[in-house]
């Protein structure tokens, strides 16, 4: 059975990425007690995945849902490999920090590093899958901006 995704497709799961991203963020913001520099980053990483999601999203409503051009073509295992790390994501841990009465702030960056991790490594893969090079170029733009997160946080973990 093969199983096939449209760009339109991607960028609604880009979106809810990204919101998952910012509500941790903000989550993750508000319980640090420790360190006021890591806060803020938290926050500053919110306001950009926020700012992603707004970008991925305009993307999207200029795609056409129906269009048959840029689909994905999936035999089982890909898709299913696609539909298992985009389910886990690293949300497990995203839950898991939130649920410690007071995480610090290097286990929170080390649980936002490996969430962007996942999301790089998702996009990738939705991207190798495309047959549409504008729409492989548009969906390289996702992966660009979590690389730059993970940057960010691999900076600020060894800074802790």
Same mark, same amino acid.
Request: aromatic content about 6%.
């Given at each position: 059975?093969?199983?096939?995704? @449209?760009?339109?497709?991607?960028?609604?799961?880009?979106? #809810?990425?990204? /919101?998952?991203? %910012?509500?941790?963020?903000? &989550?993750?913001?508000?319980?640090?007690?420790?360190? =006021?520099?890591? *806060?803020?980053?938290?926050? %500053?990483?919110?306001?950009?995945?926020?700012?992603? #999601?707004?970008?991925?999203? &305009?993307?999207? =409503?200029?795609?056409?849902?129906?269009? /048959?051009?840029?689909?994905? =073509?999936?035999?089982?295992?890909?898709?299913?490999?696609?539909?298992?790390?985009?389910?886990?994501?690293?949300?497990? @841990?995203?839950?898991?920090?939130? @649920?410690?009465?007071?995480? &610090?702030? #290097?286990?929170?960056?080390?649980?936002?590093?490996?969430?962007?991790? =996942?999301?790089?490594?998702?996009?990738?893969?939705?991207?190798?899958?495309?047959? @549409?090079?504008?729409?492989?170029? #548009?969906?390289? &733009?996702?992966?660009?901006? %979590?690389? %730059?997160?993970?940057?960010?946080?691999?900076? *600020?973990? *060894?800074?802790?």
């Amino acid at each position: 059975m093969e199983i096939t995704y @449209n760009a339109y497709e991607i960028f609604e799961i880009a979106d #809810k990425v990204e /919101e998952t991203g %910012e509500a941790f963020y903000r &989550s993750a913001a508000s319980v640090i007690v420790d360190n =006021d520099d890591v *806060k803020a980053l938290l926050n %500053e990483l919110a306001d950009m995945e926020a700012s992603h #999601k707004n970008y991925f999203r &305009s993307i999207r =409503d200029r795609l056409n849902v129906k269009s /048959e051009d840029g689909l994905l =073509d999936l035999d089982d295992q890909a898709a299913g490999y696609l539909k298992t790390i985009g389910e886990a994501h690293a949300v497990h @841990n995203l839950a898991t920090i939130m @649920n410690e009465t007071t995480p &610090s702030a #290097k286990e929170v960056l080390e649980v936002a590093l490996d969430f962007e991790k =996942d999301t790089v490594v998702y996009f990738a893969a939705l991207k190798a899958a495309i047959v @549409n090079e504008d729409d492989k170029t #548009k969906i390289q &733009s996702i992966v660009e901006e %979590e690389i %730059e997160h993970v940057a960010i946080l691999t900076k *600020k973990l *060894k800074e802790v």
